[in-house]
């Protein structure tokens, strides 16, 4: 028609389906007016082309059930494909591609459908209306392609979106803003671009259902709503660029996140740049049901809650963080039960903000935390109130490593064959700092593990161990950079535990004690004490006693106060007492005692 306006009124093929059917497919910039092709059937049986590339304006209202092919076209620079009323356009199984121009829906539309069956579907801009943000998107296809849906501008031109194909391609940003908001994705999701969905406006809850992988960003903003993706995430041999879901520390984005696959596998990572979930103001649960979670960047993850559910996790970086951070309030991460917790981050640091608790039923579990970098943990086993019961072994590899709670372990329980002899250890391998006051208790019933340092222990706060029959081991200085307020090894009121101790170096140093207030090591249950070093200065803060106590029988036939230095060994306090109670003292040979105590009492059972 050139430059004149085509319009048919009634729907093309109602009564009988046509063949094929072309209107200013070759040109014209005429305005395009239809009512329909087809209804309950299809209303041509041939390839369909409608508009072209200079069409001033393609309006569609009605059902567009066509036989074949079908290409929607408009003048590229505007919205110039519009839909006036509720409006299905579908196919059976053949492609649908709106090839050029934008689609703009009216205000007050609610419905508008696009199905290409077993076809592809390849979609432009889909714009609507803000003033009453009523429009629901149903999208489903074969291959389907969007590009972006609504504005950032005006964040509430659609309501909700549902898009399902057996493989999703989006490229663009979708935006909602109704009542019922929600975006559903079903299918294998491609990234083609940089992809932002945003349901902000009302809260609504953001499902991918599928896979997501390709080479670009990919940000989620729910605010109160929930986030999830169900499938893996950047698997396939392309890794996202970066991955953000819910990371806007705004007033009101408080909804949770739920990942129930994999970010990656063990051998390849899923994201190659950054890794966010949560904000400091989510409230929601941070749900993560994988057990791969590898990624180049750092991984940040911030929540109200974390609920690790599948077995034996791992999270791993490429020299990077990893850190569960405190939403805006809670930040305990539960393990699923008999599901073991790896961390390997290289040279990036690991925080937890929260505790790390098991959960009932079965085996306690493990917790590996392992970094040449700096390590910062809270309760492990232990909520701040209880213990759980539920974790075994720790082991935690750091740089330095900051405790802050309790850590309390179990056997292994379960009806295996080692659930009775699976003892829950405590195996440190770095410099320990103590955040606040930290108890490591290993010896519940059944327990009795071991609990060992393989470095220094400082930072002026106060430490309780207890180990049951389990051994304790110090190997570096305690207290010679920043001195402990106080320090308690198995001799906390009516503690009974047995586990030899032994510190293999010193107690503070020549210029300050180690610990300012009181120490007590050992009890009268206590096989042996062990003490390696040179020097113990203690009670640094005045009128600190000091008080070593170990089982009287004298297991070895001796003493049971080792000193196995075989240079001069020296006890020293600021005006409080230093007592040997209920075992005599054994010096190594050739090593001569001092014990110094200012105006405190000196207690010494006997020396040997």
Excluded: C, M, W
């Excluded at 963080?321 to 805006?328: M, N």
């Excluded at 659930?419 to 208790?441: H, K, W, Y």
Aim: glycine share 18%; hydrophobic share 35%.
């Amino acid at each position: 028609s050139g430059a004149g306006a085509i319009t048919v009124s009634g729907a093309i093929g109602n009564l009988a389906a046509i063949g094929t059917i072309d209107i200013n497919n070759s040109g014209g910039a005429g305005t395009i007016t239809l009512a329909g092709i087809g209804d309950s059937a299809a209303g041509n049986s041939g390839t369909v082309d409608i508009g072209n590339t200079a069409t001033a304006d393609l309006n569609l209202a009605g059902t567009f059930f066509t036989g074949g092919a079908t290409t929607y076209q408009a003048d590229a620079t505007g919205k110039d494909i519009d839909i006036t009323a509720n409006t299905t356009i579908k196919t059976s199984a053949s492609d649908i591609t709106f090839q050029t121009g934008e689609i703009d829906i009216t205000d007050g539309v609610t419905s508008v459908t696009i199905n290409s069956g077993s076809g592809d579907l390849t979609l432009v801009n889909i714009h609507g209306d803000e003033t009453t943000a009523t429009t629901d998107l149903d999208i489903d296809g074969e291959a389907v392609a969007v590009k972006d849906i609504g504005l950032s501008t005006a964040k509430s031109e659609i309501n909700g979106v549902n898009i399902t194909g057996t493989t999703v391609n989006l490229n663009g940003d979708i935006y909602t803003g109704g009542t019922g908001n929600t975006v559903e994705i079903t299918g294998a999701v491609t990234l083609g671009g940089g992809t932002l969905i945003d349901t902000t406006t009302s809260g609504g809850a953001v499902t991918i259902t599928g896979a997501v992988t390709g080479a670009q960003d990919l940000d989620i903003l729910s605010g109160s709503g929930l986030a999830t993706i169900t499938g893996n995430i950047g698997t396939g041999g392309t890794p996202l660029a970066s991955l953000d879901i819910n990371n806007s520390n705004t007033a009101g984005h408080t909804g949770g996140v739920t990942l129930g696959g994999n970010i990656g596998t063990d051998a390849a990572v899923g994201v190659s740049g950054a890794t966010r979930l949560g904000n400091p103001k989510t409230t929601g649960t941070i749900t993560l049901s994988g057990v791969e979670y590898k990624t180049t960047g750092a991984q940040t993850f911030t929540g109200g809650a974390f609920a690790l559910g599948g077995a034996n996790v791992t999270f791993a970086t490429t020299n990077t963080a990893v850190e569960f951070a405190v939403g805006a309030s809670g930040g305990d991460v539960t393990l699923a039960d008999a599901a073991n917790l790896t961390v390997n981050s290289g040279s990036g640091a690991i925080t937890f903000g929260g505790n790390i608790l098991g959960t009932d039923g079965g085996e306690s579990t493990d917790v590996v935390l392992n970094a040449s970098g700096a390590v910062s943990v809270k309760g492990i086993g232990h909520d701040g109130s209880a213990a759980d019961g539920n974790i075994n072994d720790v082991t935690i590899d750091g740089s330095t490593i900051t405790l802050n709670g309790t850590i309390a372990t179990a056997v292994l329980g379960g009806s295996g064959g080692n659930a009775s002899t699976d003892l829950g250890v405590v195996d440190l391998n770095g410099a320990v700092a103590l955040g606040g006051a930290t108890t490591i208790d290993t010896s519940a019933t059944g327990n009795n593990g071991a609990i060992d340092f393989n470095s220094t222990i400082d930072n002026g706060q106060a430490l309780v161990l207890k180990s049951g029959s389990g051994a304790v081991t110090v190997t570096g200085k305690i207290g010679a950079g920043t001195a402990l307020s106080a320090l308690t090894i198995n001799a906390s009121d009516s503690d009974t535990s047995s586990g030899t101790i032994t510190l293999s170096n010193d107690i503070g140093d020549t210029v300050a004690a180690g610990v300012t207030g009181i120490t007590k090591i050992g009890n009268t249950a206590t096989d042996e004490i062990v003490l390696a070093g040179t020097l113990y200065r203690t009670g640094g803060a005045g009128n600190a006693a000091t008080t070593y106590t170990a089982d009287s029988s004298n297991a070895d036939g001796d003493g049971n106060f080792d000193l196995t230095a075989t240079t001069d060994v020296k006890f020293q306090t600021t005006d409080a007492a230093i007592t040997f109670a209920t075992a005599a003292i054994e010096l190594a040979d050739g090593a001569d005692l001092t014990v110094t105590s200012g105006s405190g009492n000196i207690a010494v059972q006997g020396i040997v």
